[in-house]
């Protein structure tokens, strides 16, 4: 027997397709007593209990869990590192709050000891909300990519991550230039892309923060490195729009300016889109890209009601963010629970497999690493979590009243958050204990 070989018994559920593409029922698989085998890392058996334990060594150790349910671990597709020490800034809409309160933030970044210690804080955060995965900004400095890499490597997590690229339209002292921009970036990917569990996301802020030179030459960067990410913000807030209507007045609106700078295609991940026409949701969905849809943020800063069914009638690959600072929480749960109140303020329904297929196996399609995460299939690297179903006095006694796993899973994310989260697990470790 493997000395890292483990059982893991608990009722345990997994997304293993899109509710929208094959119905409710197909969509999931749930064992109310069922047993998670990890060897070296990754799921090497899930099942019941029933028929998995017979086969099993009878010196194997089996952690049982009561009250408790195993899922994958979150997958976070938009969340900025620099922002963790301005989360919940008052009273402005994007444009203001990113003046008034991220910029000024985001600047003390340059300080490498600075960076380091915010990264420990941010990941112990994503970790103790259960996300073992998340597509995260940087700052404009190399020093925060390095930070927070380090601290993912040094856990064995699987993290995508890049540098801001930012030319113009923002303070001098944040700031880069096409070139340097490129040099950075380079080097980045050179040292960190592939390395471990990592991979590297090209990142340009956002159009209005980039000249038409840095937006080309981030568009090279990913012709010169296969499976790189592209990570950057879309169709946002109505004045920022404008604002790229303004700076760009020869391209067809806000995505064409990232489509003439070859900056769609697998792995390009554009945050928000709560503003796209019908054509955009088409270009999106035929080049492969992806939105992250972050309902925290586009409440807190006002920004507008995400339209799901309009990206699903596309068929445009959708994660969830939590767009922390301007989202007002790390914890997916907390996150569901507002996309739920964002379908339900457009006469939508998100139903809680729905919303366990975003936060898990959609999230992993939308970065195109499903062959790894997002579910728990033998083969996959062993993410996951133990929700428990105790958590508080009020969740436990909701959880006495449900009549099925369906209930069970919406209580959990009306009501969960970081305390619903009991372990996390990261490549069959134990990352965080509640
Ligand atoms: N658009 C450009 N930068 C940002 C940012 O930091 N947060 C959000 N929510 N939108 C942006
Ligand atoms: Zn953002």
Redesign the pocket.
Known sequence: MSATRKAYRAAILHSVADPAEVGIEASYEYFEDGLLLVDNGKVSALGHASDLLPALPADIDVQHYQDALITPGFIDTHI?FP?TGMIGSYGEQ?LDW?NTY?FPCEKQFADKAHADKVAKIFVEELLRNGTTTALV?GSVHPESVNAFFEEAERLDLRMIAGKVMMDRNAPDYLTDTAESSYTQSKALIEHWHGKARLHYAVTP??APTSTPEQLALAGQLLGEYPDLYMHT?LS?NLK?IDWVKALFPERDGYLDVYDHYKLLGKRSVF?HGVHLCDEECQRLAETGSAVAFCPT?NLF?GSGLFNLPQAEKFKVKVGLGT?VG?GTSFSLLNTLNEAYKVMQLQGARLSPFKSLYLATLGGAQALYLDDRIGNLKPGNDADFVVLDYKATPLMDYRIQQSNSIDETLFVLMTLGDDRTVKQTFAAGRCVHQR
């Open positions: 900025h922002q994007l990113l991220t900004f802020r956002f913000h946002e920022e945050a943020s800063l767009d301007a």
